[in-house]
């Protein structure tokens, strides 16, 4: 899995895989972790707009990666969730782990 990611303001945004489960997941989280630890990153927004579902082995990547980049000092965000993948999020509780935006933008502002 190759992961389409940009960097603004010292920032990495991931544009999450449309479905984002036991097969794409772990690609995602090693990709991810090469892709930060070349770039010296903390910060990271978690692009959801074309993802439409997501299974358990995601929402533990997410929840691995987030803790690890927390840990480090940095910041993660999500943005543009699909209201179904949204709806798991909820149902898992994760909503109040993660901070959720609508947009790129308002998610930069979060970050100092």
């Known amino acids: ?9 010292e920032t990495c945004i991931v544009l999450v895989p449309e479905r984002l489960d036991g097969s794409t997941a772990p690609g995602m989280e090693t990709d991810l ?5 070349d770039a010296h990153q903390k910060n990271v927004i978690f692009d959801f ?25 940095g910041k993660v965000i999500l943005v543009e969730l699909h ?8 149902m898992a509780g994760f909503t ?9 933008e308002e998610a ?3 970050i100092p």
């Open 83 to 90: 209201p179904n993948v949204y709806k798991v999020f909820d």
């Open 49 to 73: 707009s074309k993802t439409n579902y997501l299974a358990s082995a995601g929402m533990r990547a997410m929840l691995q990666l987030s803790r690890d980049l927390m840990k480090a000092g």
């Open 108 to 110: 930069l502002q979060k």
């Open 33 to 37: 972790r090469k892709i930060l630890a």
């Open 96 to 104: 109040s782990i993660f901070t959720i935006c609508k947009s790129r």
């Open 1 to 9: 899995m190759t992961l389409e990611t940009t960097t603004i303001k």
